[in-house]
């Protein structure tokens, strides 16, 4: 992606040009992550119980895997897509893809064109300038609520608390502190 980006930044013809279509390209890439923020947020999914990572051993070939729910979703999730992938590779609809696939991307074309359009008569720097200025508001509203925290208070859980990069208990004896909200 970054190569693709920088090719197309660099065969622009100038120097404004190129940093705005990057601009834009990494805007395309983030905005599905600035979305996704903001329904964590909106929503407080990272409150939710069932979306809280729970600490998982895992026995495999005589060995102790020490993982937690969140990263074997994911692994379980990437197994699918990988195996996705694998028997799309094998069968004759490798370029067309499945027929639901094909459909949806029919209906997003048919979307974009009309939006591009629409937005036709309009000079390219103008819609650059668009481009930043919705980036900006998506930037604004992810962070908008961030400053009205002042750290660790009795409300706010542990930073590790949950996380994937927590380290795990490496005793059996006692048993790990958990807090209760």
């Known amino acids: 992606m970054l190569a693709g980006v920088m090719t197309l930044s660099a065969l622009s013809g100038s120097a404004l040009g190129g940093l705005t279509l990057g601009l834009a ?10 979305v ?5 947020d909106r929503y407080r999914l990272g409150e939710r119980q069932w979306l809280r990572a729970k600490p998982l051993r895992i026995r495999v070939a005589g060995r102790v895997l020490a993982t937690n729910t969140i990263n074997l979703g994911v692994a379980v999730a990437f197994a699918a897509m990988g195996g996705f992938v694998i028997w799309l590779a094998g069968s ?7 027929g639901f696939q ?4 029919k209906g997003l074309e048919r979307v974009f064109t009309r939006i591009e359009a629409w937005v036709d008569p309009v000079p390219e ?9 919705l980036a900006a508001v998506f930037v604004v509203a992810t962070l908008r609520d961030r400053g009205a925290s002042s750290g660790d208070g009795p409300d706010e859980p542990d930073e590790l608390e949950g996380s994937c990069h927590g380290t ?3 005793s059996t004896t006692a048993p790990a502190a958990t807090h209760h909200h």
């Not at 996704?36 to 964590?40: E, P, V």
């Not at 094909?102 to 991307?105: D, K």
């Open 36 to 40: 996704m923020a903001l329904a964590w």
């Open 92 to 98: 004759a609809q490798m370029t067309g893809g499945p």
């Open 102 to 105: 094909v459909a949806i991307g």
């Open 25 to 34: 390209y990494t805007f395309g890439m983030v905005f599905p992550l600035f």
């Open 168 to 170: 795990a208990p490496t």
């Open 125 to 133: 720097p103008v819609l650059g300038v668009a481009v930043l200025a």
